[in-house]
């Protein structure tokens, strides 16, 4: 299928991330199209809303064509994000920027394979200095999350193809040795909107696999918050979910894995965070969130 593009005019900015466009809300990624103001003539992607994809189905900015063309890539920047993709665009990464540590020296890495992990793990981790490492999976834009731009974080990495973030890698092992000199736990995860199949290994959750191989291999310390609901109406998600044990049987080494059992103080330590896990609260998901912060207690032990 081909993309669905429109013409339309910026009716409305919201904030640095989202707009309206002819009334509908939109989002912008203002680093790709430039700067939109209101009045702007854009392309907008709409075929996700069209296709009605629940929680992703809203228009997306595609270009600014009032003040978004001829614009020069970023300087030094010379390789494509996206590459050969209709929207490919030049963006300077970090592994141009200086010699990376050869070793993770026991780095916990906590790997999320649903992003509503990602906030309960971060409240068990009060007190040390927290990268947040965003891999293919999910959403690939890191802007995008709501969780983290609320997150008090020491680096957000974005890895190829994921884009945003204080830095972009190409992989994931650079990511890490990156976060390793910056903080004292990386949190890994898919962005929001994982990618599901209903199959053993369709999903977005393998990509977690590769951070768990790529961890041990370098001297980190991978820890899997598993994934457990209490409300899913799918059996595979029921309890734990097929996506933790997809996991567990890509990676190559050791790994620990999280349980609900050991997230007591999970609701006291996350009062006030955005909690959610496929549209549902911590009232009707609470092993989900329980599990997640437990890992994120795995992780802060292993530290101190």
Do not use: K
């Not at 009716?11 to 707009?19: A, G, M, P, Q």
């Not at 590769?210 to 309890?239: F, K, M, Y």
């Not at 567990?248 to 894995?257: F, N, P, R, S, W």
């Amino acid at each position: 299928m081909p993309l669905s593009l429109r013409r339309g005019r910026v009716t409305r900015i919201v904030d640095e991330l989202h707009c309206e466009v002819d009334g509908l809300a939109c989002v912008v990624y203002r680093d790709v199209t430039g700067e939109v103001e209101e009045g702007d003539e854009v392309l907008v992607n709409v075929q996700a809303r069209e296709l009605g994809l629940g929680s992703g189905g809203f228009d997306i900015v595609y270009a600014n064509l009032t003040r978004g063309l001829e614009l020069q890539a970023g300087e030094n920047a010379h390789v494509m994000a996206l590459p050969y993709a209709p929207g490919q665009w030049a963006v300077r990464h970090a592994e141009e920027d200086g010699t990376l540590p050869e070793s993770l020296n026991g780095l916990p890495v906590v790997l999320c394979t649903v992003h509503s992990q990602v906030a309960p793990v971060w409240a068990a981790l009060e007190g040390l200095r927290v990268a947040y490492v965003q891999v293919a999976g999910g959403a690939l834009p890191l802007e995008l999350s709501d969780t983290v731009r609320s997150l008090e974080l020491a680096a957000r990495v974005s890895v190829a193809p994921c884009f945003g973030g204080d830095v972009r890698c190409v992989s994931v092992a650079s990511a890490l040795l990156w976060a390793a000199g910056r903080a004292d736990v990386a949190i890994c995860a898919v962005g929001p909107g994982i990618v599901g199949t209903a199959s053993r290994f369709g999903h977005g959750a393998v990509s977690l696999a590769e951070a768990a191989n790529v961890a041990t291999a370098l001297g980190g310390i991978p820890i899997l918050a598993a994934r457990v609901s209490d409300a899913d109406e799918r059996d595979r998600h029921r309890g734990t979910s097929h996506h933790t044990q997809a996991v567990l049987d890509l990676c190559l080494g050791e790994v620990v894995v999280s349980s609900p059992e050991s997230g007591e103080g999970w609701r006291e330590a996350c009062a006030g965070l955005p909690l959610s896990h496929m549209g549902r609260g911590p009232d009707e998901e609470p092993s989900h969130f329980a599990a997640a912060f437990a890992a994120g207690r795995l992780a802060a032990a292993s530290v101190r």
